[in-house]
């Protein structure tokens, strides 16, 4: 692994189906990132972890949830799919929280 | 409120300069960030201003203002692969990211 990737790459979901979306680095980053883009708006954050053990809420983190149980992974987790969470979700790190962040590749959600 | 403003599209001319403009109103500030965006591709970090002025980076250049709460990109000698989505973001008293929309360019030969 070099970077940070996600899993899946795209994924269709039927409504009320509960999905994982996984992130994973190998950079020994403290700070991790969950967003979601859309078209026509900005980035939007989801969850965070400034470090492991630690997360907290973003902007629009209705509806998801996430653990950070060590350094490299931070899951997101839809326990219950909606259409309108259809998106694009990004996951990125950081060294710290004022840090550049870097981002994984995307994974394309779509709930049916 | 937040609010960031960008340009939704520009077009420009292969070779030419293009200045790219961002203004912000936000809850604290602790610094300003560039990210470039191809379709279908992640963000990638371009640039980071903190301090007013000029930073100056190959062909890429980021100004910022605090005052004013402006900030602009500066792309030198257009490339085709410029073609793309350029992104402001404010880290802010939170040192959360808030994001602006992003301003599409396009390069025509």
């Known amino acids: 692994i070099a970077g940070i990737t996600q899993a899946p790459t795209s994924q269709i979901l039927a409504a009320g189906r509960r999905m994982t979306l996984r992130c994973t680095q190998d950079?020994?980053?403290?700070?991790m990132y969950w967003y979601r883009q859309d078209l026509g708006l900005g980035l939007r954050l989801i969850h965070y972890s400034n470090t492991a053990g630690t997360t907290g809420k973003g902007e629009v983190p209705d509806g998801y949830s996430v653990s950070r149980a060590n350094t490299d992974d931070f899951p997101l987790t839809l326990a219950s799919a909606v259409p309108s969470q259809t998106s694009v979700y990004f996951c990125?790190?950081?060294?710290?929280?004022?840090?550049?962040?870097?981002f994984g590749p995307g994974t394309r959600l779509t709930v049916l | 409120g937040q609010n960031i403003d960008q340009p939704t599209e520009m077009t420009a001319t292969e070779g030419a300069i293009v200045q790219i403009n961002c203004t912000y109103q936000?809850?604290?500030?602790?610094?300003l960030f560039w990210y470039q965006q191809h379709a279908g591709e992640a963000p990638t970090f371009l640039s980071y201003?903190?301090l007013d002025g000029l930073e100056e980076k190959g062909r890429f250049s980021s100004f910022l203002s605090r005052s004013k709460g402006y900030s602009y990109l500066l792309l030198k000698e257009l490339q085709m692969k410029d073609s793309a989505s350029y992104l402001c973001a404010i880290l802010d008293s939170n040192y959360q990211l808030i994001w602006g929309a992003g301003t599409k360019l396009i390069i025509k030969p």
């Open positions: 936000t809850s604290g500030f602790n610094g």
């Open positions: 201003n903190v």
């Open positions: 990125a790190s950081a060294s710290g929280s004022t840090d550049t962040q870097y």
């Open positions: 950079m020994r980053h403290n700070a």
